[in-house]
């Protein structure tokens, strides 16, 4: 294929510096350096081809991502790779796979719930994988109330030993990827009887399979849960079922970071505090938030150089029609994705500062800030990987008839990110969790308990009940205060509005259920303010390379003014702005589209994706898109006979008129 690359022109264009960018979107140099080197390591491997994966049949694809996750493992031993680079090398892979469990869910458990000796047993085995484990909790009939699992771990003090049963159908282990095929051992989470009482769920480590010929132990029925969506996507991972009958285990087996069960029998509260198993879901719901700007990152460099190859319409005199990306239409549904991305970046980026000032606080007996830790780390992986599942079908949608192709890449992408939505926590339940602490942390407001973190705006809500913007004119909104301001009144007066509602209440949940929707909304104001304070926090920090800085201010107002234009009537109803503050805001936004219009290319060039990573005919770096498109086309299995299998029986016989006589 001819070597010629038609976005040149757009990336001539660009007003910054594109290769500090991408140590910016990196997080460092060393990051970069990192993620640069094992992306181009992987894509250069054909082992890890994947162009054929939505055209292979289940099995087939199974046993081809078992072949992929060994060979990655083999390439991370053989060139020595550390943790980070391990972690980036699986990333860039990008097949879901038993790893992801293994690494990502149950060594973490481990290291957060189990004891000093128990982690000295069993992490070695983990990090060397002589065993693979999967993370067990959620049920057949229950997911996000975990208090409501069923699964039973009995204490017998005759044998020294848990015996773990399934009770209930629904009791069963649904869901845990891994664990249908491919895992030895797992953390089941189960209910602790001790002596007949029920002392409410916690973590043991079980053995599923044989180390020796991999069949499942006595007393385990095993399994696949069957195909999910979409064509290849999530269908390389084997989320399983798995039932217990009379499992026994031995009493350490329990993790026993917390609480510990003597021989007797006997439950004791370590001093260890409870709390700390709070840090383990930090860190994986950080880590979900910055997969979100990976993902929506993908699909929108996808969609812009599309966009850019793109022509429709518009041609006079015969000369070349429209780029698709110079329509405003186009424009205003695709750049405010560009800026989410960014804006997703950062939130990521902090949400890991976040992460280790809470461990740090906890490992000093400092739980002051862990409430609002959690609300906070529940209420971001609920907004950014909703608006990332939404904004990926965007994509898909901007780039018209031809990505809804496999070989776009988009339709793939969407099947595998939108569980996100679901795992670690059903996105309006973590709103609803949310919202709960901030009515918390109003009913504490007279105590004199100041709020902190990210709520600490909630102790000037008297002023924020009172304030009116000052916008006069379009330019304005480019303030970074002005902008805080009315965010900040926005989540306030929305958070008091529905604690008043709540006040009328005589019973406090049964106010809370019949106001739920209004308490969902609410949280949702208190997350978009954090990312939008913490984009504008970003921007206050020295940020080198020609232009760098400006264009992230530019994507900063374009992703806070298109949420005041999205939910403008928040903004309206509780008085923050007025209409005509409004109409100012979306002149505004208008202007900030033409000024990202000739660095478009340039931003999500600063991704740094590797056209193997992107897979996407539509996203090629060069843009040489149809050629490739007619080149993917004639590698279906259909065009592999050019008279297709069944025309003698079905098709022949009914343009012969002779269907009576078919066999069919």
């Not at 990306?325 to 976040?354: H, M, N």
């Not at 509602?501 to 208190?526: C, R």
């Not at 056209?611 to 993917?632: C, F, I, K, M, Q």
């Amino acid at each position: 294929m001819e070597a010629v690359d038609h976005l040149a022109p757009e990336r001539n264009r660009a007003q910054f510096d594109v290769e500090e960018m991408k140590i910016v979107w990196a997080g460092s140099r060393d990051a970069f350096e990192v993620s640069d080197r094992m992306s181009r390591l992987v894509a250069s491997d054909p082992v890890f081809r994947k162009d054929n994966r939505p055209m292979l049949g289940r099995k087939e694809l199974f046993k081809n991502t078992l072949r992929k996750a060994a060979h990655a493992w083999k390439r991370i031993i053989e060139l020595r790779l550390n943790e980070e680079e391990a972690y980036r090398l699986r990333f860039y892979v990008d097949e879901p796979a038993f790893t992801d469990l293994h690494w990502g869910m149950f060594i973490p458990a481990i290291k957060g719930q189990g004891t000093e000796e128990q982690q000295q047993k069993w992490l070695p085995l983990a990090y060397k994988m002589q065993i693979i484990g999967c993370y067990a909790q959620t049920e057949l009939g229950h997911g996000s109330n975990v208090q409501g699992l069923e699964t039973t771990a009995t204490f017998d003090p005759q044998t020294d030993e848990f015996v773990i049963n399934s009770p209930t159908l629904t009791s069963s282990k649904w869901w845990p990827g891994g664990l249908g095929k491919v895992s030895t051992h797992a953390v089941v989470y189960a209910r602790l009887i001790t002596d007949g009482q029920d002392q409410g769920v916690h973590g043991f480590i079980v053995q599923l399979r044989s180390l020796d010929d991999h069949l499942p132990l006595p007393g385990i029925t095993i399994g696949d849960i069957g195909m999910k969506f979409g064509n290849g996507a999530y269908n390389s991972m084997d989320n399983g079922v798995l039932r217990f009958d009379d499992v026994r285990i031995p009493r350490n087996q329990m993790l026993m970071r917390v609480l510990q069960v003597t021989r007797e029998g006997k439950c004791v509260q370590s001093n260890v505090p409870r709390q700390l198993i709070y840090g383990t879901m930090v860190y994986v719901r950080q880590t979900i938030v910055s997969d979100a700007s990976c993902a929506l990152s993908r699909a929108v460099c996808i969609a812009t150089r599309y966009s850019a190859v793109r022509r429709q319409f518009g041609s006079h005199n015969g000369g070349p029609e429209t780029q698709v990306i110079d329509y405003k239409t186009q424009q205003a549904r695709l750049f405010p994705l560009l800026a989410s991305a960014y804006a997703f970046r950062f939130i990521g980026e902090w949400l890991k500062w976040l992460y280790t000032d809470v461990t740090g606080r906890l490992q000093a007996n400092d739980f002051s800030t862990l409430p609002e830790a959690h609300a906070c780390t529940a209420g971001l992986k609920s907004l950014t990987t909703s608006a990332t599942a939404d904004g990926i079908e965007e994509c898909r949608k901007l780039c018209g008839g031809h990505g809804y192709l496999c070989s776009s890449g988009l339709p793939e992408l969407f099947a595998v990110y939108i569980p996100s939505c679901t795992y670690e926590g059903d996105n309006v339940v973590l709103l609803l969790q949310v919202a709960r602490h901030l009515m918390k942390t109003i009913s504490q407001l007279g105590s004199g308990k100041k709020p902190v973190g990210t709520t600490a705006y909630m102790g000037r809500v008297e002023q924020l009940m009172q304030c009116r913007s000052d916008v006069q004119i379009a330019e304005d909104w480019l303030k970074p205060n002005v902008v805080l301001e009315a965010f900040e009144a926005r989540a306030a007066r929305m958070s008091v509005a529905c604690a008043q509602a709540l006040s009328k209440f005589t019973n406090p949940e049964e106010g809370f259920q019949q106001l739920s929707a209004d308490l969902v909304e609410a949280a949702v104001a208190h997350c978009q303010l954090i990312v939008v304070s913490k984009f504008l926090e970003k921007l206050q920090q020295d940020i080198p390379g020609k232009g760098v800085k400006q264009q992230l201010q530019i994507l900063c107002s374009i992703y806070a003014l298109f949420l005041v234009h999205k939910h403008l009537g928040d903004f309206l109803s509780t008085g923050c702005i007025t209409a005509k503050q409004g109409s100012l805001a979306n002149e505004q936004l208008r202007s900030l589209y033409s000024q990202v219009r000739p660095n478009a290319i340039a931003l999500v060039d600063a991704f740094d994706y590797t056209d193997h990573y992107l897979g996407s005919a539509l996203g090629r770096y060069d843009g040489n898109v149809y050629p490739t498109l007619y080149e993917e086309a004639w590698k279906d299995p259909l065009n592999e006979s050019v008279v297709p299998d069944g025309y003698q029986e079905y098709v022949r016989p009914m343009l012969k008129q002779q269907l009576r006589n078919a066999r069919l």
